[in-house]
Nanobody, 123 residues
């Protein structure tokens, strides 16, 4: 059974940092895209960052503040978030997929999703 389990969310103040983790089990995702998305109530799920084979991509809104990385030995995906802003408040989801039929920035490209971890940034 494939599982992606996020952790590390919480409530912080603007300017603080958080590191999200996503533990993958059930299969290897070394050749797949892995990504972070976020969503707030009433809005569509938004691309944050992705990584495959060490190549990374970021949404403009987080570029320079967030860093995505993987630890293949631990089958874990990370998102280091620095200089957090209230606009970063959202449920954060990790995802894995092949991005064969959709852009790797599109949620439709991902077959596997975690349950989400809440990040709240107060001003």
């Amino acid at each position: 059974q494939v599982q992606l389990i996020e952790s590390g969310g919480g409530t912080v103040q603007a300017g603080d940092s958080l590191r999200l983790s996503c533990a993958a089990s059930g299969r290897s995702f070394r050749n797949n895209y892995m990504a972070w998305f976020r969503q707030t109530p009433g809005k569509e799920r938004e691309f944050v960052a992705n990584i495959r084979w060490g190549n990374t991509a970021y949404a403009d809104s987080v570029k320079g503040r967030f860093t995505i990385s993987t630890d293949n030995s631990k089958s874990t995906l990370y998102l280091q978030m620095n200089s957090l802003k209230p606009d970063d408040t959202a449920m954060y989801y990790c995802a894995a997929g092949s991005a064969i039929t959709s852009s790797a920035r599109n949620p439709a490209a991902y077959n596997y999703w975690g349950q989400g971890t809440q990040v709240t940034v107060s001003s």
